[in-house]
DNA sequence: CCATTACGCTACGACTCGTAGCGAAAGCGA
DNA sequence: TCGCTTTCGCTACGAGTCGTAGCGTAATGG
């Protein structure tokens, strides 16, 4: 395969900081002008590249702005804090502290948005940004497991069904008061909600 | 006041087959181009109206999609089921209904992404959609409490916080499953979140 | 040294934006 | 019927953005 990797092609290669640099100006650019004033031709000025370079290199405005959303959540982790009550106000709060950024809020939406009617861009969002939110509600249920907080699913796909519901009803309720309410998600409001979630998630079990 | 409604003022009347048209026309042009691809001019034509005409009524893209969208959430109503789970049930079918629609699916997120620059825009939209929404889920609670499904909640303040609360889980999840996960919101999920939303409300209240 | 690729720069046609100006149409009151 | 007022359709406009093409130059590997 060696499917054109920047190993071994002739000629000159790609600049990295070019990239790490026009990733940085669209952030930027941003938390100055949101997405709907943010044009191509500035990210390349303040990034000081050539606007040919950008598009070079992505395709349009919306790919552009996924990689430089989805760099926000690299440092998303779940450190454990030992129940899974707490896991969850983790998790909350890892999501709400990137929500909070303006970057975050006018990109996320907006390439969301886009990509009803792009099926290539939701799948690049999905890989960047939803899956490694995803592996933190992951991790966090078998932790709760191992703990004994949750019992075992043997059924594999019941188990699938059960994480993708817990993942919408997490991402979904601090997105949509993050954004769409537009209040804060503080401990309280997150002590509220695990309170709620690990609730529904215990009872159910035992019923 | 009698602040300029159309009732005693002099000259032309503005014509209300127009208004009626231009929505719908919004509407199109959103499920056949997007949000992104759609332009004021197109829809001016496709309205039969002059593109003049639009902006002597809306200030810009922004506000005129969200009250063409806004229409769309004039068919909510929540029937009587009998019980809370079943309620919940119908308000997530409710709410799904309308997002399965492309015109809200790409017109909906777009208008809340630029709402998080735009403060006017975001009271609109919570005027003439959201909190047509949250009104299903309040009415739903007060339903619950006079079956005694759920405790009534002397504190007003706290009631209020429990109710932003219940809202945001609901709406969230629905549309992070609608559009984020992509995955169809059909009686079987409906059943598992309301199950799981059930035991969270009941258990905290017996706890 | 040469092939190959990336880069910066300029220029371009096409398109959209939001506004201004004009004459005509549709109401209301005298 | 005659003004007065406001809306309407239409045209035209400068400004801005888009995405691409072309060119000469810079950086790497054989």
């Not at 890892?94 to 969301?112: D, H």
């Not at 002590?191 to 690990?198: I, V």
Request: a negative charge.
């Amino acid at each position: 395969m060696q499917s054109r990797t920047a190993a071994s092609r002739p000629g000159r290669p790609r600049s990295a900081t070019a990239d790490t640099a026009i990733l940085a100006a669209t952030r930027d650019a941003l938390v100055e002008l949101g997405w709907s004033k943010l044009t191509l031709g500035d990210v390349a000025t303040r990034a000081g590249v050539a606007k040919t370079t950008l598009y070079r290199r992505w395709p349009g405005k919306n790919e552009l702005v996924v990689d430089a959303v989805a760099e926000l959540f690299d440092e998303l982790e779940l450190p454990d804090r030992g129940s899974l009550a707490a896991d969850i106000e983790g998790v909350v709060l890892q999501f709400a502290t990137i929500l909070a950024r303006p970057e975050a809020r006018s990109g996320l939406m907006a390439v969301v948005a886009e990509s009803t009617r792009d099926d290539a861009l939701r799948q690049r969002i999905r890989e960047s940004i939803v899956d490694r939110q995803k592996c933190l509600v992951l991790e966090g249920r078998s932790r709760a497991q191992a703990r004994g907080e949750l019992p075992p699913e043997p059924d594999p796909s019941e188990s699938a069904r059960t994480a993708d519901l817990i993942f919408d009803v997490i991402a979904g309720a601090v997105v949509h008061r993050a954004l769409v309410s537009a209040e804060p998600v503080d401990t309280d409001w997150a002590h509220s909600f695990a309170g709620l979630l690990l609730n529904g998630l215990t009872a159910s079990a035992t019923a």
